[in-house]
């Protein structure tokens, strides 16, 4: 497995402004995930971040509201703009790494915590 | 488009007891995945089920696969209070090496109570 750390673990924002999630992985990896939890809900897929090409977005996220990099093979952020209430959730990255029988696991980095206000 | 869905969503049991936790899954998957997830914190990574049939077990948990009946189970026994948190099964949506796009079925928020 790999190292994976998120920064902020946490931050309370003003609605309007924009919070930069940074995720760093201590291995090169392809593909790197990025999903929302909103409060007492399941996970959903933002987008996928490929090194040297434009995210792929989910139904239902658009690059204007969720803008992410992916400089290199080890690092991406994730900007979520012009926050609302609504925003308010748990942010995390996640990566495939090779797990058993050759096939990959994903693993998560510990999350971003936001709240707006 | 696959769907993930999970019953119970909220599961209250004494220690010491046993039950069973059901994922079941919209379209065909070839493997599938359950994590733990603690109150404010990231999700652990518990059973990769890779085949029809596929049974594994670490300590008071047990999972299995049929991939025929679309269905996963997660089976508790003995429970103890260690084991609260929320359980989550995944299928991934692309059937490649890298099984990216997890859907994630909505949780079980187990609770276990001495």
């Known amino acids: 497995s790999a190292v994976i750390s998120q920064k902020p673990s946490r931050d309370i924002c003003q609605r309007g402004t924009s919070l930069t999630i940074q995720c760093q992985v201590d291995?090169?990896?392809?593909?790197m995930f990025w999903y929302r939890q909103q409060p007492g809900q399941s996970l959903t897929l933002i987008a996928t971040?490929?090194?040297?090409?434009?995210?792929?977005?989910e139904s239902g996220f658009v690059i204007d509201k969720f803008p992410i990099s992916r400089p290199n093979l080890t690092f991406s952020t994730l900007t979520v703009s012009n926050m609302s209430p609504e925003d308010s959730s748990i942010y995390l990255c996640?990566?495939?790494?090779?797990?058993?029988?050759?096939?990959?696991?994903?693993?998560f980095g510990p999350g971003t915590r936001l709240t707006v206000t | 488009e696959l769907k993930v869905e999970q019953n119970p969503l909220f599961l209250s049991m004494q220690e010491g007891k046993n039950y069973t936790i059901y994922c079941n899954y919209s379209?065909?998957?070839?493997?599938l995945y359950w994590y733990r997830q603690d109150p404010g914190k990231s999700l652990e990574s518990l059973f990769v089920l890779l085949s029809n049939g596929a049974v594994k077990q670490e300590g008071r948990l047990m999972a299995s696969l049929d991939t025929k009946a679309r269905l996963s189970t997660l089976h508790i026994t003995a429970a103890v209070h260690d084991l609260s948190a929320t359980y989550f099964c995944?299928?991934?949506?692309?059937?490649?090496?890298?099984?990216?796009?997890?859907?994630f079925g909505p949780g079980t928020r187990l609770s276990v109570l001495p």
């Open positions: 996640s990566v495939p790494l090779p797990g058993l029988a050759g096939l990959y696991e994903q693993y």
């Open positions: 971040a490929n090194q040297g090409s434009e995210a792929t977005y």
């Open positions: 379209t065909t998957s070839d493997r």
């Open positions: 995944a299928a991934p949506f692309n059937r490649d090496n890298y099984g990216q796009n997890f859907v």
């Open positions: 291995s090169q990896v392809t593909m």
